[in-house]
């Protein structure tokens, strides 16, 4: 399955790596954390990793390394505004489950 990327998240990763001035793309990851098990990384890449995969959706990299992308096949990163928040929303296909407070999954 593949990565993908609405067009409001593109643009909004490719403003963070105009205005940072550096950086080959964006990583997406996973960590242990929370009250479901896993959470969301997102954090930019200036080189990469012997096990990182590297996505090219429109203009922007997506860097995932091999350990997340098992718990990432098809997952599409979008960028939402509502009211004055705003933030990535990740829809996860493999994601079985969130705690109440969205900070967490279980796969």
Do not use: H, W
Request: charged fraction near 25%; charge should be negative.
């Amino acid at each position: 399955m593949a990565i993908t990327m609405t067009p409001a998240a593109e643009e909004r990763v490719k403003s963070f790596l105009v205005s940072r001035g550096k950086g080959i793309g964006l990583r997406l990851g996973l960590k242990t954390s929370g009250c479901s098990g896993m959470a969301y990384i997102l954090e930019f890449v200036d080189d990469l990793n012997d096990d990182d995969e590297v996505y090219e959706i429109g203009e922007v990299k997506i860097i995932i390394d091999a350990k997340s992308f098992i718990y990432l096949q098809g997952i599409e990163l979008d960028f939402v505004k509502e009211g004055l928040n705003e933030g990535f929303q990740f829809n996860n296909p493999n994601a079985k489950g969130e705690c109440g407070c969205g900070e967490s999954f279980t796969v």
